[in-house]
């Protein structure tokens, strides 16, 4: 256990905030809108450039080509967060695309897609789950079947978040329909824009706030050439499990920084002429979740110890997102609670407090606990693959 | 920068674990709950000999001078275990309360902790929950008063007490005047003891120690939270074996999907829990000023997932879970029984609160 910082680390994390005093935008740039994503790229590129944002990311491949450090990670994520920036960008391309091409992608895959990634230029959508597909999701049917080089892709896919906003989707199709379940599946690159998608967006239960979509996509003879599958062709599933990892892995929240946030809304919150900090009930809980939000940060440090010294972190790895997800939804809840009946004012009505956070907080993280692997699901996984704890015997064919 | 064990740390906590596994098996424990006292002197000695009593005693002093880190390990190992052993109180909570005193008043006493010949209780419930009129007034050099659930302190060669925040005294456990007589608790691995002083002349009094008792409660609240981790991590490793090995309906019930989901949440439960234990025992070492919140968190924290993980992984064994025989009441207890030691969930929660400026 050595968590000094010493004098090169200090000297990094006075860079950082040199860096973020400097050139922090005025105003939040994360947006995917056509007209302002130029915003989003220059910013992000002037993060690469400074080794901010892709940081270990070969240079080739339009990172920062540094090598990878706990300390340098922890001290970015904190100066950003106190600056109240987001550092890099919080997507499906840079946290599940990007970490998989880096593992399995040919080199022209690479070349080609993770440095416009990591620069926001192309954004990616994740086109796993359909209708009939979800937890179970190698029983999908969205097929790709070969014509000449390239593969014809036809089916639905469902949830896709952001699809409509997107310009890439990493989809997974079946192209061995001989095959048995897993073996059959593929992993393909097809752009959004390709002659026979069709992207419907879904309101969600978020309504009006938040950048948060949801889309069917229809797949109709959507052409692709061949040399769109990342990895082996039948290799869909392996592949697709290594970015259901790194989804697991990104959702490492900053529950530190909502925690404060409940506090602060805490101290302002009164009723009946006592502020809410004052309630003992409140309070308590507060101190609960702070209980937790310490464990899982400090846990998060932990497996990238684990991740950094390429030790396998064994169970204690599987829990982080059943967990995460969880207090975050605990954490909106009181803040809910503790606005008493004005906890469902939302859509910017007058006396709404925070501009609707907590509400859309509260939906947002339910949405996490089911989205990327549900609860259930993490505790199968959990159980199986962390315990060793038999799995489910397989009923009898019908 | 790292967050995790050493080679040294590990190597510590597996010799520790297969000595425990080998000498203090359950057996032994079973055995140990008929006798007048838990802390059976022979398995103190031996864990002298192991180094654990003195490992927070300087080397000048025959100890290993190790962090509180590795005490806390010591801890869980000894909790993991369900160890009878006045290990919190002589070998963490003294150690750091006589450390942090000037002078070489004290050397002795550390020399006999580390040697494994001294055995301290401790009697600090007052500083936090006063019930039964108890409190000690020292006053013209003498103890009067009553203490309550003073741990470890039936059979003490010395106890260490805090008649107010501010002052220390070490009082012989042979002392003319003081009677100490052990409470039944539902624990067997631990003993809780009523003191009632009447003119009981101390060895030695230390004043204006407020600070060096808060440090002392924090590194005990640590190395408890350790103990319960240590019960728990072995409750759930019961549990899950016998999931593994139990067949109803012609199938293991590890194979149920409720039996593995109780599973899962036991040690989704743990393992963060784990993370926060480490941090705070670091943090004691190395960043004093953060450790009174952490002390507090960790303890209260694992304290609650404590309650869940001990009824969950009995739940697990069924029937069988709720026998004697079947010893899983032992952790069960011992958690239980650790819960309001150093101060229940709530009140440190209370407290955690008003360290941040909150109360
Ligand atoms: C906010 C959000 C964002 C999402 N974004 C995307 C995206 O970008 N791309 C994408 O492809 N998908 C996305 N999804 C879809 C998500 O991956 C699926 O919703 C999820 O995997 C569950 O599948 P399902 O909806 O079909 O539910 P089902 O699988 O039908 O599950 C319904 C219920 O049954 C339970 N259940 C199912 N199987 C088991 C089992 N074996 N054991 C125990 N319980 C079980 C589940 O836990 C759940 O409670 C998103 C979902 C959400 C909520």
């Known amino acids: ?27 939040p740039v994360g947006s995917l809108n056509p007209e302002v994503r130029h915003e989003l790229v220059a910013w992000l590129s002037l993060q690469i450039d400074h080794g901010y944002w892709a940081r270990t990311i070969p240079e080739t491949y339009g990172g920062f080509g540094a090598e990878p450090d706990l300390l340098e990670t922890v001290i970015m994520d904190e100066e950003f967060n106190r600056a109240g920036v987001a550092r890099g960008m919080a997507a499906q391309g840079p946290s599940m695309l990007v970490p998989t091409l880096l593992e399995h992608g040919t080199e ?98 978020s309504g009006s706030i938040g950048e948060n979509s949801f889309n069917q996509v229809f797949f109709t003879d959507v052409r692709v050439p061949q040399s769109s599958v990342v990895g082996r062709r039948g290799e869909g599933w392996k592949i697709a499990n290594t970015t259901l990892k790194h989804e697991r892995n990104s959702l490492n929240s900053n529950a530190e920084g909502t925690l404060l946030r409940l506090t602060r809304l805490m101290r302002q919150e009164s009723a009946n002429g006592v502020c809410t900090l004052e309630s003992p009930l409140f309070r308590d809980r507060l101190m609960q979740l702070q209980a937790r939000a310490l464990s899982m940060k400090h846990h998060g440090m932990r497996m990238l110890t684990c991740s950094l010294k390429e030790e396998r972190a064994g169970v204690a790895g599987l829990v982080t997102k059943l967990q995460n997800c969880q207090l975050n939804f605990d954490m909106s809840s009181l803040a809910i609670d503790v606005m008493g009946e004005l906890g469902v004012l939302y859509d910017h009505t007058k006396y709404e407090r925070d501009r609707g956070y907590w509400q859309a907080h509260s939906f947002f993280s339910l949405g996490l606990i089911i989205g990327g692997g549900t609860a259930q699901i993490q505790k199968n996984i959990i159980s199986e693959r962390g315990l060793g704890l038999p799995r489910e015997p397989k009923p009898a064919p019908a | 920068m790292d967050f995790g064990l050493s080679e040294e740390q590990l190597l510590l906590e597996k010799t520790l674990r297969s000595f425990l596994a080998d000498e203090v098996p359950i057996g032994r424990v079973r055995e140990l709950r008929d006798a007048e006292c838990p802390n059976d002197v022979g398995i103190w000695r031996s864990l002298a000999e192991l180094g654990a009593t003195g490992i927070l005693v300087p080397e000048s002093l025959g100890g290993s001078d190790l962090s509180l880190l590795d005490a806390a390990l010591v801890a869980q190992s000894l909790g993991h275990a369900v160890t009878p052993a006045p290990f919190l109180g002589s070998a963490v909570m003294v150690p750091i309360a006589f450390r942090a005193l000037a002078g070489s008043e004290t050397d002795g006493w550390l020399r006999g902790i580390a040697a494994g010949e001294i055995r301290f209780g401790v009697a600090a419930t007052e500083l936090f929950s ?19 659930m003073a741990m470890d302190s039936c059979a003490a060669d010395f106890i260490l007490l805090t008649p107010d925040a501010g002052r220390l005294a070490v009082v012989r456990g042979d002392a003319p005047g003081l009677e100490a007589t052990r409470l039944a608790t539902t624990d067997a691995t631990r003993c809780a003891t009523e003191l009632l002083f009447a003119e009981v002349a101390p060895e030695a009094v230390f004043e204006g120690a407020e600070a060096v008792i808060e440090r002392m ?22 549990a899950v074996a016998y999931a593994g090995q139990r067949k109803q309906f012609d199938r293991l019930i590890g194979s149920f999907q409720a039996v593995k989901h109780m599973c899962a949440e036991m040690i989704a439960e743990l393992e963060p829990a784990r993370s926060l234990l480490w941090y705070a025992a670091h943090a004691f070492d190395t960043m004093p000023e953060e450790a009174p919140l952490l002390a507090c968190h960790a303890l209260a924290h694992i304290s609650e997932i404590g309650r869940e993980i001990s009824s969950v992984a009995t739940q697990v064994h069924g029937g069988i879970g709720w026998t004697d025989e079947q010893n899983l009441h032992f952790w069960f207890k011992r958690i239980s029984a650790a819960r309001h030691m150093l101060g229940g969930p709530a009140w440190l929660r209370e407290r955690a609160a008003s360290l941040q400026g909150l109360v």
Request: charged share 25%.
């Open chain 2, 130 to 148: 006063i019930r039964e009129e108890a409190g000690t007034v020292l006053s013209d050099g003498k103890l009067n008063g009553k203490a309550m």
């Open chain 1, 108 to 205: 022209e895959q690479r070349s080609r897609w993770i440095g416009p990634t990591m620069r926001g230029e192309v954004i990616w959508a994740q086109g796993y789950s359909e209708p009939g597909s979800g937890s179970d999701l190698a029983s999908l049917t969205t097929s790709a079947r070969e014509d000449g080089d390239d593969f014809l892709i036809s089916g639905q896919k469902i949830w896709t978040s952001g699809a409509d906003k997107s310009d890439m989707m990493f989809v997974l199709v079946r192209t061995e329909p001989e095959a048995d379940k897993h073996a059959g599946i593929s992993y393909l690159l097809v752009p959004v824009g390709s002659p026979g998608i069709e992207v419907q967006p879904l309101r969600t239960m």
């Open chain 2, 217 to 238: 409660l924090d590194a005990g609240r640590i190395a408890l939270a350790a103990d319960t981790l240590g019960a728990c991590e072995s409750m759930i490793e019961q």
């Open chain 1, 1 to 27: 256990m050595d968590l000094q910082y010493g004098p090169r680390y200090e000297a990094f994390r006075a860079e950082v905030r040199n860096f973020l005093e400097a050139h922090k935008p005025e105003k």
